[in-house]
């Protein structure tokens, strides 16, 4: 996953990467900084990385700093996709996870990858080869589909079930792009209070893993689903956590166990 523009290729006066990590370039030098960065990363690796993830969540301010834009990710993407491409042209590109299903930013950015690069946009397929998204579904049910929670926002249509990832492969159809598939790279739930959500119970929340994988599985174009988290870290709760305690003496919950039951396939 790259994300964070290195202070090195920032503007003079910006703040350092350090002091605001999850800002986007926002000019055409740093965004020039932005793909040589990406190419370097992409060179330095060579063949022995398969998948490259183009930022992270950038449809909500808390990732991309200066305000979601879906015409500033655009233009991101073809940077990424270019230099990734032009190191290892078979490695794959992938649509930084979005957080929740939200169509809108997916259709607006196609929208505007039309708009910026016609030669190409429809040629290279948009500048991605594989969709990334975060569906969380607060404290309810993967397999739960409930239309008060299928909303309209300044983008477009978004989609607060999990099952909402189908919506998202519905867009890419529109665009004559059905064959791309998907990477889950976030879901999970929080045994205590999150946002506006109480949180699940554990035994739940391992009912939860199980129906996640089973309803992923059965699409046929979901690839991945990466549960989070693993275990605790000064950036990741210990509710939302598989495994308690700290290293070396962690012991598994029983989502731990109700993963560790997933069928590898």
Known sequence: QLVGLPTWARSA????????????????????????????????????????????????????????????YARLLEASFVAVKAADAKALVMYGGLSRNDAGFLEQTYWALNQLFPATAVVDHHFFDVL?????????????ALSKWVYRDQWGTMDENFLGIKLLHDVMAQHHEAWKHIYIGEYGFDTSKWEIFSGVADSIRAKYLSQAFAAAAST??????????????????ASWALLKGSYPHWTPTLTFESLASVPNS
Not at 43 to 70: C, K, L, M
Not at 132 to 144: A, F, I, L
Not at 220 to 237: Q, R
């Open 132 to 144: 990334g998204v975060h569906p969380y579904s607060g404290n309810r049910p993967p397999d739960e």
């Open 220 to 237: 046929g174009y979901v690839d991945a689903l990466s549960w989070y988290c693993s275990y605790s870290t000064p950036w990741n709760d």
């Open 13 to 72: 006066g910006e703040p350092s990467a350090s002091a605001e990590p999850w800002r986007a370039p926002s000019t055409a030098s740093e965004l020039a900084g932005w793909g040589d960065f990406v190419g370097r990363v992409a060179r330095h690796f060579g063949t022995s990385v398969a998948y490259y993830e183009i930022w992270n969540e950038e449809n909500i301010s808390d990732f991309w700093q200066q305000g979601p834009n879906p015409t500033e």
